[in-house]
């Protein structure tokens, strides 16, 4: 079965630090991954996705993420952080695509504080 | 463009009570899903609508949950009789399609569910 595993389950960081939430996923075949997050108050929002291609994708806001197929990992980095990138932070796999099920499996998430 | 919109926003119920959810997708999209996150995990799958037709219902515990998509547009997710591990958020996301491994899932706002 797939799964995800996020290692970090609360960082803290001041402001300007530089930051890496690290996502690793057990799945063998082909996979699509999402790097979601959700401010405070508001809804799950997709930050970026990887599909194929450049393994270094980038998302909104300055973030970016690397896929490495050999560790089974999409690392989440910033190289510097704002009190705004306060949130919560969910990787997520999806095995395959062309199929009719997409669904996403995700990890328990990463809370990040960012103080000012 | 309007998100996904879900209601309410809070529940509370006592056990073996019935509650139910509603979920209007962004309009146009074809797949709707019904996830459940109990708090400290990430979201999990309940259901997969395509158009009108589940897709993916394996993580449904269907003894007592129950969800529907008539006319392929708006969504009711039901849970009757509700036991106390059934307290989590309920979020609805919705998608243009599942199978092109291009699409993107939109969360709404989510509903929390507190069974005492």
């Known amino acids: 079965a797939q799964s995800v595993s996020q290692h970090n389950h609360h960082v803290i960081l001041s402001e300007a630090a530089s930051l890496e939430l690290g996502c690793n996923y057990s799945y063998g075949g082909t996979v699509n991954l999402f790097w979601y997050v959700q401010y405070p108050g508001q809804h799950l929002q997709l930050l970026l996705k990887y599909f194929s291609g450049d393994p270094l994708v980038k998302g909104i806001k300055g973030f970016e993420a690397e896929f490495i197929k050999s560790k089974f990992s999409f690392n989440l980095r910033k190289p510097s952080v704002q009190w705004s990138d306060t949130a919560e932070y969910f990787c997520a796999v999806n095995a395959g695509w062309g199929g009719a099920t997409n669904k996403l499996i995700f990890g328990t998430g990463t809370l990040l504080a960012v103080q000012p | 463009e309007a998100g996904v919109a879900q209601s309410p926003r809070y529940k509370i119920i006592e056990k073996r009570q019935s509650v139910a959810f509603w979920c209007n997708p962004i309009s146009g999209h074809a797949t709707l899903y019904w996830y459940q996150q109990i708090l400290g995990q990430g979201p999990k799958l309940l259901i997969q609508f395509q158009n009108n037709g589940v897709v993916d219902d394996s993580q449904l515990p269907k003894d007592r949950f129950s969800a529907e998509r008539l006319k392929g547009v708006d969504s009711t997710l039901k849970i009757q009789p509700a036991k106390l591990e059934d307290s989590a958020v309920y979020l609805c996301?919705?998608?243009?399609?599942?199978?092109?491994?291009?699409?993107?899932?939109?969360f709404g706002p989510g509903t929390r569910l507190t069974v005492t």
């Open positions: 996301a919705s998608s243009t399609e599942a199978g092109t491994g291009l699409y993107e899932q939109y």
